[in-house]
């Protein structure tokens, strides 16, 4: 059986147990014609780059598949018939990832390595001469001499 990863998108306005609603109902889609859905991963209501049926943000689900492409078709005929849905991308893929997808490993702004501080502690230009009014510093005056 092929392996797939499944992206939709619902409407903002339907609430977060009628998006699991609908992923079980489409699980059943996939189950009835041979297939299984091997993860479901909800990555909450994020803003879409732009505006898609008059809506500006939507509820993202992956699901990583391994069906026979019957069922997927079936599964995306479906999800076209259906208001709530926005869009969906279904990409076939060699292997299944395990791992949380990147969407779901979140980076802290802590994490990352401290950028030098504010650009007034730098210390004056050495670029340029020293301006008469400014000044002068034990850094620029050596560097004068």
């Known amino acids: 059986m092929a392996l797939y990863e499944h992206v939709l998108l619902a ?3 339907v ?7 609908l992923v ?5 889609v996939i189950e009835a014609n041979g297939g ?3 993860k479901v991963e909800y990555w909450g209501v994020k803003s879409l780059g732009y505006r898609i049926r008059k809506n500006r943000k939507a509820h ?16 995306e005929r479906q999800m076209r018939i259906n ?3 926005l869009r969906f991308l279904t990409v076939k893929v060699e292997e299944l990832e395990e791992a949380p997808s990147a969407m779901l490993q979140k980076r802290d702004r802590d994490d990352r390595p401290e950028r030098g501080g504010d650009r007034f ?12 009014d400014e000044p002068a ?3 620029t005056a050596e560097a004068e001499a």
């Open 11 to 13: 409407r903002q306005d």
């Open 15 to 21: 609430s977060a147990q009628q998006v699991e609603a």
């Open 24 to 28: 079980e109902q489409f699980k059943g």
């Open 36 to 38: 299984a859905i091997r």
């Open 60 to 75: 993202y689900t992956l699901l990583n598949i391994e069906a026979p492409s019957a069922a997927v078709l079936e599964m």
């Open 83 to 85: 208001e709530d849905i």
């Open 121 to 132: 502690d730098r210390g004056p230009r050495r670029d340029r001469p020293r301006r008469e």
């Open 137 to 139: 510093t034990t850094e």
